[in-house]
């Protein structure tokens, strides 16, 4: 790398360290190692994209609006996939009750973050895919230290259902409005618990 960059050896070593910082890459230390590259973590985007939304001023009340903004976009191109019987294949799994009554709270938060993933994943358009799963990692890793989502396993699982149902028949805007109402009701449960904190400025974490 040395060669093909033409660098010194101490900018190459302060760039790979900041691609680690980054979570894009880690270093095997030891004969034999290096730098390895890694997979696309939302959760490091989320960490890097904290910051810049504290230093702009950015609150928790306008995070969860633009993930119910983000949210309805994608359920609608999701339901508007034009791949029909992939998209039934997708929604499939979450077209029926899952037995999750004992799950812990993460079990629970990866399962049901799951449904989401896969629901950005039909709308085909990976800035709006990345957006919504940082938006995603900030909520869950700042808001479930105070709030207990699986309070509403039954109306979450419900509302999931019904969400599937109109993706998988390619009805765009039932789909768009069943998930906006979904989201909106997990941000009301988010802000009865939170309360003043809502109006905080999101923490670099």
Not at 4 to 33: C, F, K, M, N
Not at 52 to 80: D, K, M, P, Q, S
Not at 144 to 151: I, K, L, Q, S, Y
């Amino acid at each position: 790398m040395l060669q093909q960059y033409g660098v010194s050896r101490e900018t190459l070593r302060e760039g790979l360290r900041l691609l680690e910082v980054q979570g894009l890459i880690s270093i095997r230390r030891g004969p034999g190692g290096g730098p390895i590259v890694g997979t696309i973590d939302p959760a490091s985007l989320g960490r890097t994209s904290t910051l810049y939304f504290h230093l702009a001023g950015a609150t928790y009340a306008e995070l969860f609006e633009a993930w119910v903004v983000c949210e309805r976009l994608i359920a609608e191109l999701a339901a508007n996939n034009p791949d029909r019987a992939a998209a039934r294949a997708a929604m499939e799994p979450f077209m029926r009750p899952h037995g999750d009554a004992d799950s812990s709270l993460g079990e629970f938060v990866v399962k049901h973050a799951e449904f989401h993933t896969v629901l950005a994943s039909l709308a085909r358009n990976k800035v709006l895919q990345l957006s919504f799963m940082m938006m995603g990692q900030i909520i869950v890793h700042h808001g479930t230290a105070n709030v207990d989502p699986r309070e509403a396993r039954d109306s979450v699982g419900h509302e999931h259902r019904a969400i599937a149902k109109a993706v998988s028949s390619g009805h765009r805007i039932k789909a768009r409005d069943r998930m906006e109402a979904h989201v909106r009701s997990l941000t009301e449960s988010y802000r009865g618990d939170l309360g003043a904190q809502m109006d905080d400025f999101i923490d670099w974490r």
